[in-house]
């Protein structure tokens, strides 16, 4: 038998196992997830440290599922949904959720929809008219007042009488007196019937009345007896010198409507009350009265 001179072909498998050096990038990803998590523990940790038990409390309701609104619509559960109201198909009748839902009118508005600042507005509006219709009345009465001097100083007929018109103003309003003095009086004693020096005061009292469109007062007054004491007839006596005194202004031109009161107060109301019996005592006294300013509409 031949021996054959070729050699066998022997095929070799070799295994190469890869790995050995090292274990590769799986480890990183481990590492990194696990220092995150321990920074979120850590800083998890610090928050509940430095919140107050309000703050915990607001943060356990947020995540709590009791907080989220329950509802009788949906799949119910947590993500179920909520619906507007309870009015659906098995609605009970009630809108609580609308209701709740619905903004609350704030506490500076009014129910009929004027905010309580615009009414502010309005009040402090129409206390500045108020109070800018009391200033003009109040220069008409100084301007009354000069206008009834200076004319009691332009007319020589006047001029000695003017010691016996006194004007003020009072709460009521412009007040202008006609007193006695001694030897000087305006009505002969015991007599309702004006003379001829109080006509004249009266008809200048009337140029100044007639120019201001305010209601008018007219009082009487008397003095005293000698003793102080008061007589009965004093009443009626001051009585009809007012009236007596309100005829004149009417024939100056004073119209009657503006005539609010005529009254006698007799020596009740004494000019000089340290001394009731004086002359000055007896006067007439008329009073232009303030008005309430009489507001535009809308205000």
């Known amino acids: 038998m031949a021996v054959s001179s070729e050699q066998p072909i022997l095929i070799k498998k070799v295994k190469k196992v890869s790995g050995h050096g090292h274990h590769g ?22 928050l509940l440290n430095t919140t107050s038990p309000e703050q915990k409390q607001g943060i356990a309701d947020y995540f709590a599922p009791a907080s989220i609104s329950s509802t009788t619509s949906g799949s ?46 309005a009040s402090a509006s129409e206390q500045a008219l108020r109070d800018a219709l009391a200033k003009k009345e109040q220069d008409s009465f100084a301007s009354a007042a000069q206008s009834l001097r200076q004319s009691l100083q332009d007319m020589p007929e006047l001029a000695e009488l003017s010691k016996q018109i006194l004007i003020d103003q009072t709460p009521e309003g412009l007040r202008i007196q006609l007193v006695d003095q001694e030897g000087r009086s305006m009505f002969q004693e015991n007599s309702k019937v004006p003379n001829d020096r109080a006509r004249i005061l009266l008809r200048a009292v009337a140029k100044v009345i007639t120019q201001l469109p305010n209601r008018v007062t007219i009082s009487g007054h008397t003095s005293a007896s000698a003793y102080g004491k008061k007589q009965d007839g004093d009443w009626s006596l001051s009585a009809s010198r007012a009236d007596a005194s309100r005829q004149i202004l009417r024939a100056a031109g004073v119209d009657d409507d503006r005539i609010y009161q005529v009254s006698g ?12 019996t004086l002359a000055g005592n007896r006067r007439i006294s008329i ?3 303030r008005e309430k300013p009489v507001l535009p509409d809308g205000l």
């Open 25 to 46: 990038g799986a480890w990183k990803v481990a590492y990194a997830d696990f220092v995150t998590a321990m920074m979120a523990f850590f800083l998890l940790m610090w």
């Open 76 to 121: 119910g559960g947590i993500l179920g949904g909520t619906s507007l109201g309870d009015d659906g198909a098995k609605s009970d009748g009630k809108m609580s959720a609308i209701q709740q839902m619905a903004p609350e009118v704030p506490d500076s508005v009014e129910k009929d929809g004027q905010s309580t600042d615009t009414a502010n507005l």
């Open 265 to 276: 107060k007799a020596n009740s109301e004494p000019l000089y009350a340290d001394d009731p």
């Open 287 to 289: 009073v232009l009265l």
